[in-house]
C-alpha cells in the first residue's frame, strides 16, 4: 500500500523521486585488476584472528550514567547474549493497549481529519488512525532512506516525528534527497530537511534535532513510542537498541548501500490481532514458531458470515545478536531449494557490519580489506548453512562498488515498507516484520528471515540479574573513538518547526572529530 496515496492532503502532494533516473552517490570504485578472492576457495581457517568482533566492556557515553557494558560474553548454548541494565520488572504490555502517549491534538478526531485521513481510515480502521496520531516518533540521521520514512509517517498523520541529525548537508546529499536543495548546502541536516517535512502535513509536530544521538541519555528515547535509526554503524545501533529495550520502547534499524540494503526490527514483545473469514481448520491457541504464537482466538457474526479474531505475539531479539551469529530457522535448513533462495547480500551485510565495528570504517578499494572482506562473508554464508556457490566472486565485488551509495528507487522501496511497518505495529492489526528485510536491488527482491539465537527470545532474553553487576569502571578511555561525537555545545530546539514560542535548551558534549571520517 502506498501511503502517500491514502494520506497526502489534495495541496501538498509529496515530493516526486519517479522522474528522476537512478542516481548514486559516493560509489566505490574497485579496479578491475583488484583481486577478490572466491568465497568458495576461501580459507575458513584463517578468520581466527581477522573475524569481527565488537570486543568488550563498551559503555555508552549518556548524561543519565544509566548504562552498563555491552558485553559479548559466550554463553552454553553458543548465544552472544547483550548484557544490559533494565528495570527488574520491564512493564508488560497488555493485548490491544499500545503504550503509546496520549493524542496530541488532545480530543478524538475532528471532521476535517477524518476527511483527510477517509482513504487509509477505510483500509485499517478508526482505531488503528486513532493509534497512529498519539504516536510520537524519533527518527535518526536523515539521509535518503530517512526522507522515505518520513514522507511516509508524515502523510499518514502520525502525533509526531523528531529528527535527530548532527551533520551538515554536503554537495553529496543532494543526489537522493528531495528535502534538500542548493541552498541548504552547509546547513544543518535535520534543520533542512524538516521545514519541507513539515509541509507535508501542518497536522504533524516536527522537532530537528541538530545535536549527535550520543549526548542523549537513556531516559531520552523513553519519551518515544517507536524509534527508527538508520544508516548508522552497528556499534551506534547496539547502544540504541540497548536505550529503547531498556524503556521497552519499538526500535528498527535500516541502511541503504546502492541496491543492497535491510530492515530490522526489535518489538521485544508485540501483539497485534488478525481479522479473517473463518475457515474449516480450528485455529488452535499455542506456538505457531519459536518466535510467534496465538494467545486468543475469538468469533463474531457479520451479516452472514462468521469472523474469526486471532491474537498473536511475535518475540524479537536484540540487534547484537541477530547481526553477528543468530540463524535461520530450522525449516531453511531442511530444504536445500530455501537455502538456494537466500539472497548472499545477508552474508556480505554481515561482512560488512563486522567489518565496520573492527576498523570503524568501510572496506577500501585495496587488496587487504578485499581478502577480509571476503573471508568474513564467506564465514557467515557457512554459518547460516548457505550453499557456497550462492557467493561468487562478481556478487562480492557488486556489494562493494555499491558500499556507501544512495539510489533513490532502492531508498523508496525499503522506506515505504519500513514506514507501512510501523503503521501496522502501531495499529496493532496486521503482522509485522519478523524480524529481518534484506533487499536485493538486482532481483527486485525484499525478503524477510526470522534471524535469532538459541535460547530465550523476547523479554527474557536478557539476564537482567548479571548485568547489574557489570563494572561501569571498565569504560573505554576514549569514547570518540568508538562513536562520532559533537566537537562543540550544541542548541537543541525544543518546539516543533512553524511555531512561534520556540524553546532553546543547551546540549554540552565531549570529545571531538571522530577518526577515520
Given at each position: 500500500?502506498?501511503?502517500?496515496?491514502?494520506?497526502?492532503?489534495?495541496?501538498?502532494?509529496?515530493?516526486?523521486?519517479g522522474?528522476?533516473?537512478?542516481?548514486?552517490?559516493?560509489?566505490?570504485?574497485?579496479?578491475?585488476?583488484?583481486?577478490?578472492?572466491?568465497?568458495?576457495?576461501?580459507?575458513?581457517?584463517?578468520?581466527?584472528?581477522?573475524?569481527?568482533?565488537?570486543?568488550?566492556?563498551?559503555?555508552?557515553?549518556?548524561?543519565?550514567?544509566?548504562?552498563?557494558?555491552?558485553?559479548?560474553?559466550?554463553?552454553?548454548?553458543?548465544?552472544?547474549?547483550?548484557?544490559?541494565?533494565?528495570?527488574?520488572n520491564?512493564?508488560?504490555?497488555?493485548?490491544?493497549?499500545?503504550?503509546?502517549?496520549?493524542?496530541?491534538?488532545?480530543?478524538?478526531?475532528?471532521?476535517?481529519?477524518?476527511?483527510?485521513?477517509?482513504?487509509?481510515?477505510?483500509?485499517?480502521?478508526?482505531?488503528?488512525?486513532?493509534?497512529?496520531?498519539?504516536?510520537?516518533?524519533?527518527?535518526?540521521?536523515?539521509?535518503?532512506?530517512?526522507?522515505?520514512?518520513?514522507?511516509?509517517?508524515?502523510?499518514?498523520?502520525?502525533?509526531?516525528?523528531?529528527?535527530?541529525?548532527?551533520?551538515?548537508?554536503?554537495?553529496?546529499?543532494?543526489?537522493?534527497?528531495?528535502?534538500?536543495?542548493?541552498?541548504?548546502?552547509?546547513?544543518?541536516?535535520?534543520?533542512?530537511?524538516?521545514?519541507?517535512?513539515?509541509?507535508?502535513?501542518?497536522?504533524?509536530?516536527?522537532?530537528?534535532?541538530?545535536?549527535?544521538?550520543?549526548?542523549?541519555?537513556?531516559?531520552?528515547?523513553?519519551?518515544?513510542?517507536?524509534?527508527?535509526?538508520?544508516?548508522?554503524?552497528?556499534?551506534?545501533?547496539?547502544?540504541?537498541?540497548?536505550?529503547?529495550?531498556?524503556?521497552?520502547?519499538?526500535?528498527?534499524?535500516?541502511?541503504?548501500?546502492?541496491?543492497?540494503?535491510?530492515?530490522?526490527?526489535?518489538?521485544?514483545?508485540?501483539?497485534?490481532?488478525?481479522?479473517?473469514?473463518?475457515?474449516n481448520?480450528?485455529?488452535?491457541?499455542?506456538?505457531?514458531?519459536?518466535?510467534?504464537?496465538?494467545?486468543?482466538?475469538?468469533?463474531?457474526?457479520?451479516?452472514?458470515?462468521?469472523?474469526?479474531?486471532?491474537s498473536?505475539?511475535?518475540?524479537?531479539?536484540?540487534?547484537?545478536?541477530?547481526?553477528?551469529?543468530?540463524?535461520?530457522?530450522?525449516?531453511?535448513?531442511?530444504?536445500?531449494?530455501?537455502?538456494?533462495?537466500?539472497t548472499?547480500?545477508?552474508?556480505?551485510?554481515?561482512?560488512?557490519?563486522?567489518?565496520?565495528?573492527?576498523?570503524?570504517?568501510?572496506?577500501?578499494?585495496?587488496?587487504?580489506?578485499?581478502?577480509?572482506?571476503?573471508?568474513?562473508?564467506?564465514?557467515?554464508?557457512?554459518?547460516?548453512?548457505?550453499?557456497p556457490?550462492?557467493?561468487?566472486?562478481?556478487?562480492?565485488?557488486?556489494?562493494?562498488?555499491?558500499?556507501?551509495?544512495?539510489?533513490?528507487?532502492?531508498?523508496?522501496?525499503?522506506?515505504?515498507?519500513?514506514?507501512?511497518?510501523?503503521i501496522?505495529?502501531?495499529?496493532?492489526?496486521?503482522?509485522?516484520?519478523?524480524?529481518?528485510?534484506?533487499?536485493?536491488?538486482?532481483?527486485?527482491?525484499?525478503n524477510?528471515?526470522?534471524?535469532?539465537?538459541?535460547?530465550?527470545?523476547?523479554?527474557?532474553?536478557?539476564?537482567?540479574?548479571?548485568?547489574?553487576?557489570?563494572?561501569?569502571?571498565?569504560?573505554?578511555?576514549?569514547?570518540?573513538?568508538?562513536?562520532?561525537?559533537?566537537?562543540?555545545?550544541?542548541?537543541?530546539?525544543?518546539?516543533?518547526?512553524?511555531?512561534?514560542d520556540?524553546?532553546w535548551?543547551?546540549?554540552p558534549?565531549?570529545?571531538?572529530?571522530?577518526?577515520?571520517?
Amino acid at each position: 500500500m502506498d501511503t502517500q496515496d491514502t494520506a497526502a492532503p489534495s495541496d501538498t502532494a509529496a515530493p516526486s523521486t519517479g522522474e528522476q533516473p537512478p542516481q548514486v552517490q559516493g560509489q566505490l570504485d574497485v579496479p578491475s585488476g583488484l583481486y577478490v578472492q572466491d568465497p568458495a576457495t576461501a580459507a575458513d581457517a584463517s578468520l581466527a584472528t581477522l573475524l569481527p568482533n565488537q570486543g568488550t566492556n563498551f559503555v555508552p557515553q549518556t548524561h543519565d550514567g544509566v548504562f552498563a557494558a555491552i558485553d559479548h560474553t559466550i554463553n552454553g548454548n553458543g548465544a552472544l547474549p547483550l548484557g544490559v541494565v533494565v528495570p527488574v520488572n520491564p512493564p508488560l504490555s497488555e493485548l490491544g493497549v499500545s503504550h503509546a502517549l496520549q493524542p496530541t491534538n488532545g480530543h478524538a478526531m475532528s471532521a476535517d481529519e477524518i476527511a483527510l485521513y477517509d482513504r487509509q481510515i477505510r483500509l485499517w480502521g478508526m482505531q488503528a488512525q486513532q493509534k497512529i496520531q498519539a504516536a510520537n516518533i524519533l527518527l535518526i540521521s536523515m539521509k535518503a532512506l530517512a526522507n522515505e520514512i518520513a514522507k511516509n509517517l508524515v502523510l499518514a498523520g502520525i502525533g509526531s516525528l523528531t529528527i535527530v541529525d548532527d551533520q551538515v548537508v554536503t554537495e553529496a546529499d543532494l543526489g537522493a534527497q528531495f528535502f534538500l536543495s542548493q541552498e541548504n548546502v552547509g546547513q544543518n541536516r535535520a534543520e533542512a530537511a524538516a521545514v519541507q517535512v513539515q509541509k507535508l502535513n501542518p497536522r504533524v509536530k516536527v522537532y530537528p534535532d541538530s545535536g549527535s544521538i550520543m549526548t542523549k541519555g537513556a531516559s531520552y528515547f523513553a519519551a518515544f513510542d517507536i524509534v527508527i535509526a538508520t544508516d548508522l554503524n552497528p556499534t551506534l545501533l547496539a547502544f540504541i537498541n540497548t536505550a529503547t529495550r531498556l524503556h521497552n520502547r519499538q526500535f528498527y534499524a535500516a541502511g541503504v548501500h546502492g541496491l543492497y540494503g535491510y530492515i530490522f526490527c526489535d518489538l521485544i514483545e508485540h501483539d497485534y490481532v488478525l481479522k479473517r473469514d473463518k475457515g474449516n481448520v480450528v485455529t488452535k491457541v499455542g506456538p505457531e514458531s519459536r518466535y510467534r504464537s496465538v494467545i486468543e482466538v475469538k468469533t463474531q457474526k457479520e451479516s452472514a458470515k462468521t469472523i474469526e479474531m486471532v491474537s498473536k505475539r511475535d518475540l524479537y531479539s536484540t540487534w547484537d545478536l541477530v547481526s553477528e551469529t543468530s540463524l535461520l530457522p530450522e525449516e531453511y535448513k531442511k530444504s536445500k531449494r530455501r537455502l538456494k533462495a537466500v539472497t548472499p547480500a545477508l552474508s556480505c551485510l554481515r561482512a560488512l557490519w563486522g567489518f565496520q565495528t573492527q576498523h570503524n570504517r568501510e572496506p577500501g578499494h585495496n587488496k587487504a580489506d578485499l581478502e577480509w572482506f571476503t573471508r568474513s562473508a564467506t564465514h557467515s554464508h557457512n554459518l547460516l548453512s548457505l550453499p557456497p556457490e550462492t557467493l561468487r566472486s562478481e556478487f562480492l565485488r557488486s556489494f562493494l562498488q555499491n558500499i556507501n551509495s544512495e539510489v533513490a528507487p532502492a531508498t523508496a522501496i525499503l522506506g515505504g515498507q519500513l514506514a507501512q511497518d510501523v503503521i501496522n505495529v502501531l495499529g496493532q492489526n496486521q503482522q509485522p516484520i519478523q524480524n529481518m528485510v534484506i533487499f536485493d536491488g538486482n532481483k527486485m527482491e525484499a525478503n524477510t528471515y526470522p534471524l535469532h539465537p538459541e535460547g530465550n527470545l523476547g523479554r527474557s532474553q536478557l539476564d537482567f540479574g548479571s548485568s547489574l553487576q557489570m563494572d561501569i569502571a571498565q569504560r573505554p578511555a576514549d569514547m570518540s573513538q568508538m562513536i562520532p561525537m559533537d566537537p562543540a555545545n550544541t542548541l537543541v530546539p525544543q518546539n516543533p518547526i512553524g511555531t512561534n514560542d520556540a524553546a532553546w535548551v543547551a546540549a554540552p558534549v565531549d570529545g571531538g572529530e571522530q577518526p577515520g571520517v
